[in-house]
């Protein structure tokens, strides 16, 4: 059976870029591998597929198209990769996080989950994980959840948040966290920093990525950097990301941190100095907050 993973992260931290690269790079090594892409902007497939803009879900059923065949919604990613695009509405209009529930009924009456393939990743939307963008780890379709971070303060504060989602659909299901995939831009200054964030929520880092100027060079032309650059240097860190990710059976329950929990985690993480906490006025609904603001960064969580 294939192995279902999905992957989360904060927007921005270079999610998509992990994935396609990773796809390619296991295809290389004989694997067959089905990428879908989860988001609305449609660009989890860019550097794999031959057309760009590509097909989406939600294209063909907004031109009332149904009974979709195979053929219709796959589209090639190269040797060994086929690719699926959930698209959306457009940016304002109509809920995006839809068209997941819509696009597993489809892949069921067509049978794709039946098709030998040795992993199907979903590239799922940022940090969401309610509503129709949890759907992967909610319906049991990823049995392993993935998490990108950088060390920066937000994409571990998202980071957590995922793990969170995680830890309340294990308890229904058989989603399980299978670490994170560090990609950062200086290694030496963030490893640190995700290597305690990871061992305080009882996770683990499953290999890092420090940025190359190779990655941008391959993205400008719309290419992984496995296919773009074989022979460089910087491409060997994608097959040990690939290795690592097969090799890994560390499958657990995360221990994330309440919102308070991390705050002060965070702080001495960045060696701030302690903030003074002040009682916030009660909600509404009479429950009580604690406001904790961080000296020296404000209150990035606005």
Not at 255 to 283: H, I, K, S
Request: aromatic share 8%; net charge negative.
């Amino acid at each position: 059976m294939a192995r279902s993973m999905a992957f989360y992260g904060k927007g921005g931290v270079g999610k998509s870029t992990v994935v396609s690269n990773l796809t390619a790079t296991l295809a290389v090594m004989g694997r067959r591998v089905l990428q879908v892409g989860c988001d609305p902007k449609r660009d989890s497939s860019r550097n794999l597929i031959k057309t760009f803009p590509p097909i989406t879900l939600m294209d063909l059923l907004a031109a009332g198209r149904s009974g979709l065949r195979k053929a219709e919604i796959v589209m090639d990613g190269g040797v060994n990769v086929d690719c699926i695009e959930v698209g959306g509405p457009k940016p304002g209009v109509g809920c995006a996080g839809r068209g997941l529930g819509r696009l597993f009924e489809e892949l069921e009456e067509m049978a794709i989950f039946d098709e030998p393939y040795d992993h199907i990743f979903y590239d799922v939307l940022g940090d969401v994980v309610c509503g129709g963008f949890a759907v992967p780890m909610r319906s049991g379709y990823a049995e392993e959840v993935y998490v990108v971070t950088s060390g920066e303060f937000m994409s571990l504060y998202a980071a957590n948040n995922i793990a969170r989602g995680i830890q309340n659909y294990a308890l229904d299901g058989e989603v399980r966290m299978g670490g994170l995939i560090a990609n950062v831009k200086d290694l030496a200054y963030d490893r640190p920093l995700i290597e305690k964030f990871a061992e305080r929520i009882g996770t683990h880092v499953v290999h890092y990525l420090e940025w190359n100027r190779v990655v941008y060079e391959a993205e400008r032309r719309r290419q992984t950097v496995v296919r773009y650059a074989p022979d460089h240097e910087f491409t060997a860190n994608w097959y040990r990301l690939a290795e690592a990710m097969e090799a890994n059976t560390r499958l657990h329950v995360p221990q994330p941190m309440d919102d308070n929990e991390l705050d002060v985690f965070l702080e001495g993480l960045y060696g701030l100095a302690p903030a003074e906490r002040t009682e916030a006025p009660p909600r509404p609904n009479g429950i009580a907050t604690t406001r904790v603001p961080l000296a020296g960064v404000g209150n990035l969580r606005g």
